[in-house]
């Protein structure tokens, strides 16, 4: 049984759940995941700085009606990460039904 | 982990997924209510321009001084009402879910609908400017069609079928030129009640 893939990265649900949104949109800004995920600012921050560590998302700050605004976006390294997690995911599920 | 942590897992991954990307705060009950305020717009309009008598005779022509002005009114506020219950209804139920209507996906949605929807209206207007009243219904069917096929993908999947039906309507309206109120009323006054009770039975 290959678990290469696996990612403990992503066994925090917080962290796995803001990859899912950025593998599903191009971009999310810091309100709007903390509005969707139900996470305190200090939790939030705190993962998306792992994510960002680990090279897996881009961060872009701006101000919009002179208030900060930051967005993140996926990069190609997260984006494959995320994706061999998913993998080993499935493997796991193939491997119980065996 | 086991298989049942696995799933939920997954779960998870596809519900974020979907609630970042789709906005499924649009009510169901809402779209019938618009429906209904469609048909009561066009039974104005009908009793506007065929009066009470038989079928067969009309009052007035649409081209008659006055009845476009009327048309038009009624036209603006069926728009303004469905516009305020759509709105506050799916305030409703966002917050029932603990979320906001002015979100990453309502924004992509709204200005995937902008352009035809802007451009359907703006055609609208300038062929009432020019006299072209024949082509209204059909015109606002088409482009409201085409905004709804466009913003589909950041919403509930049946509002594409509902735009599809639309346009379809909008073509047929054209082809019988005099029944453009009964495709108008079928399109945004039906349609929108039956897309309703799917997703109201489907979704809530």
């Given at each position: 049984m290959d678990l290469s893939l696996y990612n403990k990265i992503f066994e925090n649900r917080l962290r796995l759940q803001i990859m899912s949104i950025l593998m599903a949109n191009e971009f999310y800004d810091f309100s709007s995941l903390k509005e969707l995920l139900d996470a305190t600012d200090g939790n939030l921050a705190s993962n998306l700085k792992t994510l960002e560590k680990e090279g897996y998302l881009t961060v872009e700050k701006s101000f919009v009606d002179r208030k900060p605004n930051t967005r993140y976006m996926k990069t190609d390294k997260g984006r494959k990460a995320f994706e061999n997690h998913l993998i080993a995911l499935e493997n796991l599920i193939k491997q119980q039904y065996k | 982990m086991d298989q049942k942590d696995l799933i939920k897992e997954i779960g998870h991954i596809r519900s974020m997924m979907e609630k970042s990307s789709?906005?499924?705060?649009?009510?169901g009950l809402s779209a019938v209510l618009i429906g209904v305020y469609a048909l009561l717009g066009a039974s104005l309009a009908y009793l506007k321009v065929?009066?009470?008598?038989?079928?067969?005779?009309?009052?007035?022509?649409?081209?008659?001084?006055g009845i476009v002005h009327y048309l038009i009114v009624v036209a603006v506020l069926v728009l303004l009402a469905s516009l305020v219950t759509g709105v506050l209804m799916a305030r409703r139920k966002a917050k029932r879910a603990k979320?906001?209507?002015?979100?990453p996906a309502s924004k992509s949605m709204l200005f995937a609908m902008a352009v035809p929807l802007v451009t359907g209206g703006l055609l609208a207007i300038l062929l009432i400017v020019k006299g072209y009243l024949a082509l209204i219904a059909s015109i606002l069917l088409l482009f409201y069609g085409l905004a709804l096929v466009n913003g589909s993908m950041y919403t509930f999947k049946e509002v594409r079928w509902l735009g599809i039906l639309k346009i379809g309507l909008g073509l047929l309206a054209l082809l019988f030129p005099g029944y453009g109120l009964w495709f108008w009323m079928a399109g945004f006054g039906f349609l929108h009640i039956i897309y309703g009770f799917i997703v109201y039975k489907k979704y809530e």
């Open positions: - | 789709k906005f499924l705060s649009i009510s065929y009066g009470f008598g038989k079928l067969a005779y009309r009052d007035h022509y649409v081209t008659d001084d979320q906001t209507i002015w979100n």
